[in-house]
């Protein structure tokens, strides 16, 4: 007779005859640890989504957000934001009237994904408790998810989609996989930014049959070259989705970052670098005029109202002809003055990062945006403590500096990625997203960090974990 983990295996041989083995009933009490983490993960990640949803209740709102309700409801969808978002609310809208359905969904993915992980970790029940509850209620990680953004909602999509993958990797269950599917193809769909962070998770998946011994594949470029193929045809899903929801037509959001580049160079060179089909509200661009509309943190200023002090604003682009002329603009001048452009990038980077600011850029939302929607927002009894302790997380504490989980990132890659899959899947997906933000980012806003912090912080979980947790 021999023991397995959790089972007692009788094996009874004969000599012309194979092995017979029986299980015997009933598990050890080592055997039932798998079921009591799973209970624990699942009760400590559903107190975690219910305080969330009764402190935010019923849903903070910004402007983006209202924009998207907007479209849900009219059904009439642009691609200035990513479509599919409001597409997927003008569903849950029928249900469930507002913000609080989508509130739900965004927590049940994130939540999910969550629980999942630190139970394939294989902590004790207690830890997974503890692991839970410290990673969902720390305060940068909190306090978004209480927010209607496109980032919140990617970043829980994107953590649901490590955990079926990594449950995959380490259960052998290709059932896990094939359900993470969608949830990439979600993720790229939210954010037109989301390929650095979906791209590693995507290379990963070939190498999944390797388990988590850090084995190398047979074929590892082979494997590569699969991945990569994976995910253009994700890439290419999520935009035709996008695509066929706004049935084809465009608004160029990727205007936003060369006309943020150009009003930038114009500005630091003292010579106007846009293209001559660009107009404003009110004819011709100036000098004067996009240098009064030059902030170097909220590329979107460019668009905004008209103030007294600033009465121009850009009019955006909406045709290929226009479009074309600034893609052409911007390589002329970004090629003529480079240094420049990698000082503004840097700028809006490092803002992003709040690497030397005194204040955190936009780390908090507060209640709705004005509207016209009849949305108000009254809050719940904890909402005015519980914004109160996140305030002061915010802007006296470093937990709100992007940087700091950056670093953490890196660490972790550098001690256990070479090993782990796991960690070097999740580990390059945050630091790609955040490394994108340098050609990328139009404003400090620290949602744009969301996903990176999360990843951060899970990482410290898988890269923790027991090479194979006693998962067979």
């Not at 999942?116 to 978004?144: D, E, K, M, Q, R």
């Not at 955040?434 to 990328?440: D, E, I, K, R």
Request: charged share 15%; glycine share 6%.
């Amino acid at each position: 007779m021999r023991r397995a983990r959790g089972h007692s295996i009788v094996t009874f041989s004969k000599p012309d005859a194979p092995a017979t083995v029986f299980r015997e009933a009933g598990p050890t009490p080592e055997g039932c640890r798998p079921r009591a983490s799973a209970r624990a993960c699942a009760l400590a990640a559903l107190a975690g989504a219910a305080l969330v949803i009764w402190t935010f209740f019923p849903g903070l709102l910004n402007v983006d957000a209202l924009i998207q309700l907007k479209q849900a409801r009219a059904h009439v969808y642009s691609d200035w934001h990513p479509p599919v978002m409001a597409a997927v609310w003008s569903l849950i809208d029928r249900v469930l009237p507002g913000q609080l359905g989508m509130l739900l969904l965004d927590n049940a993915l994130f939540w999910s994904g969550l629980a999942l992980v630190v139970y394939v970790a294989g902590l004790p029940p207690l830890a997974t408790v503890a692991a839970v509850l410290a990673i969902g209620l720390a305060p940068p990680v909190f306090s978004a998810l209480g927010v209607i953004w496109k980032d919140t909602a990617m970043g829980a999509a994107l953590l649901l989609a490590f955990a079926l993958l990594w449950y995959a990797q380490r259960r052998r269950r290709r059932a896990a996989l094939a359900l993470a599917v969608p949830f990439l193809v979600y993720a790229l769909a939210l954010r037109y930014n989301a390929a650095p962070a979906v791209l590693p998770l995507a290379l990963w998946i070939p190498f999944l049959s390797d388990g988590d011994r850090g084995v190398p594949h047979p074929n590892p470029r082979r494997a590569a070259v699969g991945g990569l193929l994976f995910f253009i045809l994700l890439a290419g899903a999520a935009a035709g989705l996008n695509r066929l929801l706004t049935n084809g037509s465009r608004q160029y959001p990727a205007q936003t970052i060369m006309e943020h580049d150009l009003v930038a160079i114009s500005v630091a060179t003292g010579q106007l670098y846009l293209p001559a089909s660009q107009r404003t509200n009110a004819g011709a661009p100036t000098l004067d005029a996009v240098r009064c509309l030059y902030e170097p943190n909220d590329g979107s200023a460019l668009f905004g109202t008209p103030t007294e002090k600033c009465p121009l604003r850009l009019a955006k682009i909406v045709n290929a002809g226009a479009m074309a002329d600034l893609e052409a603009e911007w390589a002329r001048t970004v090629s003529r003055h480079p240094l420049m452009y990698l000082a503004h990038r840097w700028r809006v980077f490092r803002g992003q990062l709040a690497l030397d600011d005194a204040r955190v850029c936009y780390p908090l939302h507060v209640g709705i945006d004005r509207n016209d929607l009849g949305l108000t927002f009254s809050g719940s009894p904890l909402y005015a403590p519980a914004m109160r302790v996140l305030t002061a997380a915010a802007y006296r504490t470093p937990l709100y500096r992007a940087w700091i989980y950056v670093l953490l990132t890196v660490a972790l890659l550098i001690a256990r990625g070479r090993k782990r899959p796991a960690v070097l899947a999740l580990g390059s997906s945050g630091l790609l997203y955040t490394l994108s933000a340098f050609v990328g980012s139009v404003a400090c806003d620290f949602r744009y960090n969301w996903w990176s912090i999360v990843a951060a912080l899970v990482l410290l979980v898988v890269a923790a974990s027991p090479p194979r947790n006693g998962f067979h």
